[in-house]
């Protein structure tokens, strides 16, 4: 009878144990995901295994919640700068239109021709008609049309892409026949518009491959990684925002508009936060599965 007490003591101290490690992970777990909440990470994705079932479910409806926030909080972005667009561009053209129309029938005028006054005249026509070309570029992040959601299959826009830039060399791992729903002149544009950066950045070669998510049955995700020059950390973080340019003749317009293009879609656009080997600066296309 002893040894049976001794047995059941020590099944009930393992237990306990087993108990007491378990709620340590539990509680480390909801650290981790505050802390990420914190710093507006909602990538955030935990593990589900060693969970007891009605744990397992609570943790994937977290790591799905985090997605769902994520993807709000880039459409409100979006949103936003796309309201603040509209009222800077507006108000653009409201002053440089005249500026232009006056310059441009002084310039014209016999008692300016040939005199010193048309060499700043001319200055000021030139400012103002580049300014409104300005201008014009960025009204294109509010008058998006809305997408046309149809079929699409993702090797004729990769072939597409191939024959846009034969300067590269490129490594497309598709699955024969992988089909999306999206609007293919948007994700065509999309596409065009990285690889167009990534020959920009001298890049040689491009990846377009799928990434497989059992979890994310509802979507597939493509990375797109090049082995130009990298992203400085210091950008990362502004990389989508509107006007911003790291290029002497860049709008600062294409990266936004491509991700409000794939948000329209249903999808989404996100700097990789790790580029595989042989790609120094590689992005995340998230679009609805046919």
């Not at 048309?118 to 009204?139: C, K, M, P, Q």
């Not at 790790?274 to 296309?285: D, E, S, V």
């Amino acid at each position: 009878m002893t040894w049976q007490y001794i047995s059941i003591a020590i099944i009930l101290v393992a237990l306990f144990a087993a108990f007491f490690m378990h709620q340590r992970m539990l509680k480390l777990r909801a650290h981790l995901m505050q802390e990420a909440i914190r710093n507006r990470d909602f990538t955030f994705r935990m593990p589900t295994s060693g969970m007891f079932s009605g744990e397992r479910a609570m943790q994937e409806a977290l790591n799905h919640l985090g997605e769902t926030i994520r993807q709000q909080i880039n459409q409100n972005e979006v949103e936003s700068w796309e309201r603040l667009t509209r009222v800077l561009t507006h108000e653009m053209m409201n002053a440089t239109a005249p500026i232009t129309s006056i310059s441009q029938s002084l310039m014209s005028r016999p008692d300016v021709k040939g005199t010193p006054l048309e060499d700043g005249i001319t200055a000021i026509y030139e400012t103002s008609r580049h300014l409104s070309e300005f201008v014009t570029n960025y009204r294109k992040m509010s008058e998006l049309e809305k997408p046309v959601l149809a079929v699409v299959e993702l090797n004729k826009i990769a072939d597409d892409l191939r024959k846009a830039y034969p300067q590269l060399q490129w490594e497309i791992n598709l699955p024969h026949g992988l089909k999306v729903r999206a609007d293919a002149g948007m994700l065509r544009q999309v596409l065009m518009n990285l690889a167009k950066n990534a020959a920009e950045a001298d890049a040689t070669k491009i990846v377009l491959e799928e990434i497989s998510d059992a979890k994310q049955s509802s979507r597939i995700s493509l990375f797109m990684g090049n082995d130009g020059l990298p992203i400085p950390a210091e950008n990362r973080q502004s990389l989508f925002v509107p006007f911003f340019t790291t290029k002497r003749s860049g709008s600062g317009i294409g990266l936004s508009l491509s991700r409000r293009m794939m948000i329209q879609q249903g999808g989404m656009l996100d700097l990789a936060e790790t580029p595989r080997q042989g790609c120094h600066a590689a992005f995340i296309l998230t679009v609805e599965k046919d």
